[in-house]
């Protein structure tokens, strides 16, 4: 008889999550992992298979949670300027306990060029990011917060390039003060 789960797994897929976010997928050991969950070897295995399906699981996870949260933002009743503007400083700032960068940037530069599966993964996260936010900016755009001679599908995704550049420098030792010099300047050209 199969012994009962004695885990919670969201905390498990959580410790999972940060320790690929922090080094990566190739850089985090099963090692690694076992410290970051305090699990065994065996069941990590057990549960989850395999490194690759407790990746795809944190980075859906991490993909779930983060694009929820943009959503949310993207269809508040705030001004779409203000609504840009938030995105673009979150991207400034680390969450206290995140590692810095973005699980999707990284994912998406380490990932995505060999691992079919991951980059289809990706690319939906993507386009639901960006209909949302270019429903944003068409509201924008209606309401004339936004230049309407401005293409809202390009604007969409320079703000998601921006979000993503600043994801990549931040990793990279940017401060915080650069990064939202980044953010104001990228709001101005929208």
């Known amino acids: 008889m199969a012994r009962p789960k004695a885990f919670d797994e969201d905390r498990v897929l959580d410790a999972a ?3 690929f976010w922090a080094a990566g997928y190739e850089s985090t050991s099963t090692d690694d992992l076992c410290e ?6 065996s069941s990590i295995y057990n ?4 490194k690759h399906e407790l990746f795809e699981k944190t980075l859906l996870r991490y993909m779930t949670s983060r694009t929820a949260s943009i959503v949310e933002l993207l269809e508040s009743d705030l001004p779409a300027r203000e609504k840009i503007r938030t995105l673009l400083w979150r991207a400034a700032e680390t969450e206290p306990g995140d ?47 936004i230049d309407a001679d401005k293409d809202a599908a390009t604007l969409a995704r320079f703000v998601v390039a921006t979000i993503s550049g600043m994801r990549v420098l931040a990793r990279g030792g940017a401060d915080p003060a650069s990064l939202r010099a980044i953010a104001d300047t990228a709001l101005d050209a929208i």
């Open 17 to 19: 999550m940060r320790a």
């Open 36 to 41: 970051a969950t305090g699990l065994g070897r």
């Open 47 to 50: 549960t989850f298979k395999s």
């Open 99 to 145: 590692p810095v960068g973005c699980l999707v940037v990284n994912s998406t530069i380490e990932l995505a060029p060999h691992d079919a599966g991951i980059a289809t993964r990706l690319e939906r996260d993507q386009d639901r990011r960006l209909t949302a936010l270019r429903q944003a900016i068409e509201a924008g755009q209606r309401r004339r917060e």
